[in-house]
Every structure is written in structure tokens, then in C-alpha cells.
């Protein structure tokens, strides 16, 4: 899939676009980021977008635009569809950023154009990595550039694409670095989980977002340690 020709200059794939799920306030309170409804609305206004049912052959030439898929594509033909790509445009989560289409993206090698290059670890680099765009304005004009893009130019970015991907997100590859982590005297206190806001409100928490966040990360901190202490001590 990483090495086949890419048909779609830009590809979004809005899904499930139910308001009561995916316009949560919080994203932009909080990660200052569109919602996915919103960056729906922002990518139709674009001047060159195509609504495309991609169950099936995505037609006319389309290298040189931007493809919304109209389409609910079977999970068997996720990856291949993806992969019809050069750019992936990647929409938030329900109350997270993160969303597992960016990943999925990146390991057919389609480069993303994202909002938070900053929230993985390491962070994406744009122009290296990523497309990172800030708001609609930006989100055009970036979209623009990527589209004139020499195909030397994506080719090289694709690579760097798929390195990082292998790097970091290739499964297994954070379990390998989370046992590194374990077994270092320097840096005890790097490993740690970010539950979701679903999850923690299950244990009876009821602060704001960033401080669930701030306490679920020393609690694991200090559990870790403890762990961490038998682990060298049997």
C-alpha cells in the first residue's frame, strides 16, 4: 500500500458527523482546535473540493484536489482507501484531539495535515512530517501549497512519513520504549497514560479536564515508582 501511485491530492473522511458527538466545546476551550463537524464545514468552502463515494473507483483525476469521501467504507477496504492518498486531512476526536485515522494515515504512508503535530511523542515536524494548519485561513492556503507540491517533494515527505511511523507507531514500538523507560535510572518519571475524560468521570472524578489529567498523571507517577522500586530491587 505505501508505494502505490496515490490518486487524491488530499483526502477527508468526516464519518460520523453527529453534532451531539463530535462539536464538543472542549476542543477548542481547551486544545484550541476545530471540531470535526467544523473542519467539515471549513474543507467544503474550499474551491476545489469533490464529494466522492470511494466504496468504489474514485473516477475523474482528482491528483490535484480535495476528496471528501461520501462513502461508509468497509473496514476491510480502510487501508487501501487511505492509501489512494498523498495528504490525509484529520479530523479531532469526540473530546481529544487524537483521533485514530491520523495514525492509521501514516502507516500507508499518507502524510497528515493536522492541527496537533504537538501532541505526539516525538512531536511531528511540519514540513517534515506533517502539514500542520491553524485555522480555516491557514487550513486553505496549506491545502493550496501541498497541491502544487513537486512529486519529489512528496515522495520525500511520504519516506519521512513512514520512518516515523515504524519509529513510534508501529505496533509494539511504544511498548519497547515503555520497557526501555522501566529499566532506565533517568527517567523514571516519563512513562505515563492519558485516560479519557469517559474513563476518569467512571471513577468519580468531577474536576475540570486539565486538572484530571494533572492527577491521573501523578497517581500513575507514583504508582509507577513504587513499581518501578520492586522491579529493581527483585
Known sequence: LRSRSREIGVLFTPGNLDPALYSSPILRRVFDVMTRTELHASIERYPDVVNR????????????SVVIDTSSVAQSDWLS????????????????PMCHNIIEAMSVGTIPVTQYPHLFWPQLVPGETCIRFTDEEDLHEKIAGVLAMEDDAVSAMRDRVISYYER???????????????GSSRHTEQLFIVAGAAVLRSRGWRTPLSWRAD???????????GFIRTFRNG
Open 53 to 64: 463515494d470511494l466504496a468504489g473507483d474514485v473516477g475523474e483525476d482528482t491528483r490535484r
Open 81 to 96: 482507501t487511505l492509501a489512494k492518498s498523498g495528504f490525509y486531512l484529520a479530523p479531532s476526536g469526540v473530546v481529544m
Open 168 to 182: 513510534n507507531l508501529r505496533p509494539g514500538a511504544n511498548t519497547e520504549r515503555a520497557l526501555a523507560l522501566i
Open 215 to 225: 492527577l491521573a498523571f501523578h497517581s500513575l507517577r507514583r504508582r509507577l515508582s
